[in-house]
């Protein structure tokens, strides 16, 4: 009797209507992508980036930690000796379609040299295009080093 009641005197409906009317004037969740982003965390994992030293200089010692590190298997490094003799990265090669962003990699890296940005945007027509080679991952270093350091301030407290 009482589910009779409730069918015909439409009271879900109702209740349905109101709940509408409720949300109607509440302030949108939605953002306007791309025009309107919402805020990122200084942990967020985007593309990754190789770094220098304030006076230019790769700070990758090519220690291949990283390497072992990545679950993925997305990092290739050719490791030997720079002009002034001392351990670098020959190559450095991350395969952006391989990694699964966990972010292994930075953690690893004693020397702060391999970092992720807030960069997510990017498209490739093949997956060759998704291996960023060493000069590629440096050029984003350069790109968005203040970004990077901002975000590491962030969150050195948390570290
Ligand atoms: S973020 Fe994870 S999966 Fe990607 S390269 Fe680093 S360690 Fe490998
Ligand atoms: S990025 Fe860091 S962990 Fe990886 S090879 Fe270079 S110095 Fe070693």
Aim: proline share 4%; hydrophobic share 40%; charged share 30%.
């Amino acid at each position: 009797m009482k589910h009779w009641i409730k069918a015909f005197s439409l009271v879900e409906l109702f209740e349905g209507l109101f709940l509408t009317l409720r949300i109607m004037f509440r302030a949108k969740p939605t953002v306007r992508y791309p025009e309107e982003r919402t805020p990122y965390s200084p942990r967020f994992r985007g593309m990754h980036a190789l770094m220098k030293t304030r006076d230019g200089a790769e700070r990758c010692i090519g220690c291949k930690l990283c390497e072992a590190a990545c679950p993925s298997q997305a990092i290739t490094i050719v490791s030997g000796a720079n002009a002034d003799g001392k351990r670098c990265a020959v190559s450095y090669e991350i395969d952006q379609g391989k990694c699964i962003f966990c972010g292994i990699c930075e953690e690893a890296c004693p020397v702060d040299a391999i970092v992720h940005t807030k960069q997510f945007e990017y498209i490739a027509e093949q997956r060759e295009g998704l291996r960023f080679p060493k000069e590629t991952l440096l050029m984003v270093g350069d790109s968005y080093q203040e970004e990077i350091e901002a975000a590491k301030a962030a969150d050195a407290r948390y570290r």
